[in-house]
Each structure stands twice: as C-alpha cells, then as structure tokens.
C-alpha cells in the first residue's frame, strides 16, 4: 500500500524514479510525487491522479540531479489533493519526506512543531515527521564522526509512535538517503556504482538482484557507492545481501492488456512451480523443505488455526475443508483482524498458519506476532520471499507463483489452494490416509496444471457469457462444502475489479434469506461439482429458476446426471479429485469477472480505493 522509491547513484535520478513509480503503481494510484536533491536545493514535484501525470509534470526537470526519492500514495491521513501527495518538505526546505504507515501521535508532534516555528500545509501525518526530523537537525549541533542528517532522522523516529516505511532527502547532503522502516516494508537494492532503496523489488528489479530487506527499527544511511544498516538506537547491523529468484521480464505486462489477464493465464506455471520437487520419491505424499517442524512434533498438533485477509482468508476456508476431509485435523479460519485482538482461547497443541501472497499484509502479520507471543508455533504460506511475515514465521511454504501484480488475487489463490492441499495430504500421511490414498492425491494434483490450462482453452467461451451478463448490478455466488469459499471468492472477484454488487452463500442458505433478492435482474452462479452433494445443488438451480432468476452453472457432471434446460449457461469443467475441484472451479469465475469488468470499461488492474498490499490496519 503505497510505492516508496529512492535513487542515489551516478544516472539522473528523475527517470530512474518515475520508471520505479511505474512498478509500484500498483500499490497506490492516488497521487504521486517525487524530490531531487541538487546542489541549489530540493525540486520536489507532486500531481494528483495517476504516475503518467506525474511523468508529464516532470519533463524537464533537471537531469543533472543524481539523488531522489518519491511516492505513490494510497490516501491514509487527508484528502486526494496536490498538497497532500508525497514527498512532504520541511518548512525550513531542508528536508522531504515520503512516508508509508500511520503516525498515530502525528497531533502532538504537529503541536510541537509549530510550538517551534515549524508551519504546515497538508492534512498528512507525514508532514509532521518531516518538520521533527528538520526540528533535531537544527537543534544538534554537529559532532565528530555522526552524520548530521542521519542523527536527525533517528531522533525523529525515536518520538515516533504509530507504522512507517521512510526515506528522507536532505539539502545539504545532495548525494545522501536516509530510510527507517517499523511495520512498512522497505527492501535496498544494491548496485554498482549506485544503490536504491524501496517499498518492493519491483521498483528497481532491473537494475540490480542483490538486495537487503530491512528489518523493523533498522535504519539505513545509502551513498552511490557505500550502504550503512543500524538500529534506531544506533547499534551496528551487519546485513544479509540476498539475491532475488526473479527477472523483470515476469514483471512485465508482454502481450497482455492487464496483469490480471496475465496472471490467469500464467496458473498452469505458476501451479507447476507450487509442486516442483515437493512429492516424496514413493510418491505417497508431499514434502516440504522448511516447515521446521519434524513429523513427530506434528503428529501431536491436534488443532489448526488459519488466519489471512480477503482472498487469502478464502484460500484458508478451502483448507478448512481439504484437511478435515483428508488429515482428520480440527481446522479453525479467523480473519487475521479478528484474531488479533480477540482473545480466542487456544488449545496448546495449536499450530497457527498464516497465508499471504504479498507477505506484508499488515494484519496477518500482526496476527501471526500475536501467536507467536503467546508461545504458538507458527507456519506461513506466503509468495514474496524475503517478506516481513516469510521472515518472522517459524516455519513456511514458499509459492512459487512469480510476482502478482494485478491488484485483484488470481495466480496466488489457485497456488494457495494447491498447498493446502499438498498440506492436507502430508498431514493426512502422518495420521490415518492411506499408501493408496495418498498415491492417487499425489497423482491426481501432478495433473492439476494441464487440467487448468484446459479450462483457460474455454476462455472465449466465457467472455461471451460474460458479455450477456455485464450489465447487471447484482449477482449471487452459491456453492457447498469447498466450492462455498470458492463462491466467497467469485463475488468478491466481480466486486472489486467491476463495482458490482455481489455474494455468495452456501447454495442451501438461501432459503433462509437470500432468496428474496432472486429475480430476473439478479442472475446466479452456481458451482455443480460431481459428487455427493450435486443433486442438492440442482435442487437448489431450480428453486432459483422457479423464481426466473438467471443461471450460469459451473459443473464438472456428467451432462446424463443434469437435467436439461438446467441453466441458461453452462461451463464445463474437467472432473478431477475432490481436492482439486476448487481449484478447476476458480478459474471460470476468475475469467467471468475480468471479462465482465472489461466489458463495463473498468480499470482492471487499479481498481477504484484499492491497492495490492494492504500495509495499513
Ligand atoms: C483480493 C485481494 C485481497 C488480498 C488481501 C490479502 O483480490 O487480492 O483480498 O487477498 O489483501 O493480501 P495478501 O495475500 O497479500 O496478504
């Protein structure tokens, strides 16, 4: 949430920023800004609405300037206006400032300030930190051996209570950054010759791999040639450089119009890598390298407790079903918001697992803290190596799924699903599945990556559906048990990349309420699996069709075991094992929300108030 980037090297920083901005546009799409240090002083440029605004603002900027920061901002503190945008400068014009995260007691250092002569024009929180760190700069003197502008910074942050990710120019140090991070991710990306510094690699992944990710009260002081890590207490860090798995290339958008597109379209791979050397040499059951936990240890867990947000929090309720079935595992799904602050009694043989695609999910993050707190070994799915929450959990499953970028979540979901899956496999082994059993899960989710790329072949098929159905303004999303977080998800799909008004619901809830909303105008999408459950499912079609509420029916049934006239549409998915329907269900919701969103000329990618990692609680 929000894109922080900074540059100091020997290229003009202006380009260099606003092509790292670019990246990290889809953290934050509000407004952006930039500031250059330069021997005369800061430039700082800021423009409301998207990077391309910013781009044309700044042409011709000076391209003698060799240090920058800048920002894409997601509003926190204050309205979407020029003013408010960062970079913040101090009002002495010493320093700027671009911020991620909140400061909480932003009131008392604003009154402090200007208790001091310091002025204010926003309504951000940011600009009260600048006006401190110019405040500490003016009141230390210079000693021997400190840098005077990285003091100012540390004694700043030391009054500071609340998040933050920042880096700050100052004037006179014209070839200097400084940035802190507490609760808001910043990564170093070092260079030869030059150094950057960011929200995420994205930002500057073309320019170099070798990176440092900054762990919270850590500060780092960058030059063109030389980085320096200490805490905020001043103690020396000693750095761990570590080298991304991934080229700009899978960043890029190549023939696609949308990432989201992209990133449909890539789940064959990115589901090929989810499994990748992960099946035991019998082939029984599934392996992971850094669970940390050996299986004696869990055999004894008797209970899971899953906590994620939003689309990782329906990849849990998927899970909730997979182990049950498979592993005998009592599972509990919490939003990881609730958690935190509910103080749920907790069986001590709990093993609490977090999902995060982006790994910096605020509230996940905090979620997992509070378990480990409270003495509970913890376990993470998570995509981003090098994430705060890949770093802090005591044990975890890398996905794999090479860098999301479309804000709404499709290649991490179907990856999530497919490691709880492998997850429900390898605790099922460990307790009462079979040799047998576990042979044919294994062999039924080596085939999950073509049986998607099947359904990505029926991809014009469904956008034709998804034209007829574009205009609509309400929607129903219904299936049971697994296919139930599968309906979760379908709606919040269509909600959010094309503002139309959808739920979903266990298909046989809705007698008990929802039903009311059913009407011609209020089409339905039902998820028909083979199985158990399919003729309730049916049942369920035609208490809605009774009622002449349109139908489209995702079902992997034989076409002898529908009636006919079943539904209006119908899309065909492969048939497969149990554990991996939800996953060949996904894909044709996914499909029908982009393409309907496309049809309604919503911006896919940056959805309206949205933003792809959500570091703020
Ligand atoms: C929806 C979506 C969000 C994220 C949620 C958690 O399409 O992307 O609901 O799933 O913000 O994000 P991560 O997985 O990064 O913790």
Not at 272 to 277: F, H, L, S, V
Not at 315 to 330: G, K
Not at 585 to 613: G, H, M, W
Request: aromatic fraction near 8%.
């Amino acid at each position: 949430m929000c894109g922080i980037v900074g540059y100091v090297g020997k290229q003009a920083a202006c380009g260099i920023l606003l092509e790292g901005l670019k990246r990290l546009e889809y953290r934050g799409y509000d407004s952006a800004g930039l500031a250059i240090g330069a021997k005369d002083g800061l430039d700082v440029i800021k423009k409301v609405g998207r990077v391309e605004n910013l781009i044309r603002a700044a042409a011709g900027v000076k391209e003698t300037a060799h240090t920058g920061i800048a920002h894409t901002r997601w509003a926190t503190h204050g309205r979407v206006t020029d003013i408010n945008a960062h970079p913040h400068v101090s009002s002495d014009h010493k320093f700027a400032l671009c911020h991620n995260g909140v400061i909480e007691n932003y009131l008392a250092i604003k009154k402090f300030c200007e208790n001091h002569g310091y002025t204010f024009q926003s309504e951000t929180d940011t600009e009260a930190l600048v006006n401190l760190i110019a405040y500490h700069y003016q009141k230390e003197p210079e000693a021997a051996g400190k840098n005077r502008f990285l003091t100012a910074v540390r004694k700043a942050l030391l009054h500071v209570e609340g998040t933050y990710g920042i880096v700050a120019l100052c004037a006179d140090y014209p070839g200097e950054i400084v940035g802190a991070r507490k609760g808001s991710p910043l990564v170093v990306g070092v260079g030869n010759g030059e150094n950057m510094i960011a929200s995420d690699i994205s930002a500057f992944i073309g320019r170099t791999q070798n990176v440092i990710y900054l762990d919270d009260g850590q500060v780092v002081h960058l030059t063109a040639e030389d980085f320096d890590i200490t805490t905020i207490a001043d103690e020396a860090v000693d750095p761990v450089i570590a080298k991304v798995d991934w080229e700009i290339e899978q960043a890029e958008l190549g023939h696609f119009t949308h990432y989201m597109a992209k990133e449909i379209f890539e789940q064959p791979v990115a589901l090929e890598n989810a499994i990748r050397g992960r099946f035991s040499d019998d082939q029984s059951t599934a392996k992971f390298g850094g669970l940390n936990i050996d299986p004696l240890q869990l055999r004894h867990v008797d209970r899971l407790l899953f906590c994620a947000c939003g689309t990782a929090w329906h990849a849990c309720l998927v899970a909730e079903y997979l182990i049950e079935r498979f592993a005998r595992i009592p599972v509990e799904v919490e939003y990881a918001s609730e958690f935190r602050y509910r103080n749920a009694p907790l069986d001590k043989n709990t093993l609490v697992i977090v999902i995060s695609q982006s790994g910096e999910t605020i509230d996940t993050l905090e979620a997992l803290r509070e378990a480990k707190r409270k003495g509970f070994r913890t376990l993470a799915i998570t995509n981003v190596v090098g994430s705060t929450i890949a770093r802090e959990t005591d044990g975890g499953i890398y996905q794999h799924a090479g860098p999301e970028i479309g804000v709404a979540s499709t290649k991490a979901f179907t990856s999530q699903i497919l490691l709880t899956a492998m997850m429900a496999l390898y605790f099922g082994r460990l307790r009462d599945l079979s040799f047998t059993e576990g042979r044919e899960m294994v062999e039924a989710l080596r085939l999950v990556p073509g049986l998607t790329s099947q359904v990505l072949d029926q991809a014009d098929k469904i956008k034709v559906i998804a034209k007829k159905y574009a205009q609509f303004e309400d929607f129903l999303f219904l299936g049971r048990q697994a296919m139930f977080p599968i309906a979760l998800e379908g709606a919040l799909k269509l909600k959010e990349i094309s503002y139309i008004h959808a739920e979903g619901y266990p298909a046989a809830e809705m007698k008990h309420g929802p039903i009311a909303l059913v009407s011609p105008e209020c089409p339905s999408v039902f998820f028909a699996p083979r199985g158990e459950v399919l003729k309730k499912v049916i049942s369920n079609i035609q208490e809605i069709r009774a009622r002449k509420g349109p139908v489209i029916c995702i079902t992997s049934a034989p076409r002898d075991e529908l009636p006919e006239d079943l539904a209006n549409d119908i899309i065909r998915v492969p048939d497969a094992h149990e554990a991996v329907q939800p996953i060949l269900f996904t894909i044709p919701i996914q499909l029908l929300a982009y393409y309907i969103a496309c049809e309604r000329n919503c911006d896919v990618d940056k959805p309206r108030n949205l933003a792809k990692s959500v570091t703020v609680e």
